[in-house]
């Protein structure tokens, strides 16, 4: 079964770097043309070569509003361009890349970003690339169309269903605290309480955070902390315990040896930043049902002897 699982890992991993292309059109994050070629449309590292009609000129007869970029540009976001997990995982390290492959000459580079863009991602550039904002280039998708003279497009650090190239363990551990400064005890429940009109719903989200807090977890809403904040609560952590969603990513940020368990459905993206971060990964399944197209949500129905069962099994896995 494994040899033709579609999520299984790569034997071999692709490079990662960056291609400099003149005139690329961006319609939208995710969306960018190249003569007559989709280039890339998706959150997954693939080039989807897909034909858009064919026309003399795309960019001057299109009826959007036009935008030229002449300075060199960085273009390097996506699709759920405004998703914590999709920034850790797809796009904050290309940036990486970039700026690892052209040194100094990074601070001159512009970069392209929807005028929507959320404070957060403006701080994380920020904090792990150097990027101010004046270097930042807003455009509106839908309503407008940008030409980008010269653009730089960095490749996913990835290579098919998220086999991590190490580029990202070295990005994300040089924001991070040297193992030997940071005490690692602290056990950390990532809430979901905040995102109740969700379509992912834990029946005995109650029950769970009781029964962690018994057991010493700290009860934690990534979203109301700061950046620095948050690496520093990954950084110390000695497990990590959640439900199925992209705060469960963070763990980039938890050394080598972190219990990581997840409620909900084995996840391609977790179980890899598990393998190339060093982690320990536990997860519940039973009772969990993915989305279908009369009920799109994904149900956790976790009992709670089945959950306090999962957190026993995380606790006993702690290195002491």
């Known amino acids: 079964m494994h040899a033709y699982h579609w999520k299984r890992p790569t034997e071999t991993l692709n490079p990662v770097g960056f291609y400099t292309v003149k005139d690329l059109i961006v319609t939208r994050p995710g969306s960018t043309i190249l003569n007559t070629n989709l280039v890339y449309n998706c959150a997954t590292g693939l080039d989807n070569q897909h034909s858009v009609p064919h026309e003399d000129d795309y960019f001057s007869q299109s009826s959007r509003n036009k935008i030229v970029i002449e300075e060199r540009v960085i273009v390097a976001d996506g699709v759920a361009c405004d998703v914590w997990g999709h920034w850790l995982v797809d796009y904050l390290p290309r940036f990486g890349v970039v700026k690892a492959m052209m040194g100094e000459q990074f601070s001159n580079l512009k970069i392209l970003l929807p005028h929507s863009t959320p404070e957060w991602i403006y701080q994380f550039l920020a904090f792990a690339c150097g990027v101010s904002r004046d270097k930042i280039v807003g455009y509106n998708p839908g309503a407008d169309i940008v030409l980008c003279k010269e653009a ?169």
Request: glycine share 6%.
């Open 152 to 320: 730089i497009l960095p490749s996913y650090c990835y290579t098919n269903e998220f086999s991590f190239h190490s580029f990202v363990r070295d990005f994300y551990n040089s924001l991070t605290p040297p193992d030997e400064a940071v005490k690692k005890t602290r056990k950390i429940l990532i809430s979901r309480s905040n995102y109740m009109h969700s379509n992912r719903q834990l029946s005995h989200r109650a029950a769970f955070e009781e029964l962690a807090l018994q057991r010493g977890y700290e009860i934690i809403q990534p979203e109301k902390l700061s950046l620095e904040e948050q690496i520093q609560v990954f950084s110390e952590a000695a497990a990590v315990v959640g439900e199925h969603g992209s705060g469960m990513h963070s763990t980039l940020f938890s050394a080598p040896g972190t219990v990581v368990g997840c409620l909900g459905f084995w996840n391609a993206v977790q179980l890899h930043i598990g393998y190339l971060m060093g982690h320990q990964n536990v997860y519940v399944t039973k009772n969990c049902k993915w989305p279908t197209p009369e009920r799109n949500e994904y149900v956790m129905d976790c009992t709670p002897d089945e959950l306090n069962s999962f957190l026993e099994k995380v606790d006993s896995l702690i290195p002491q």
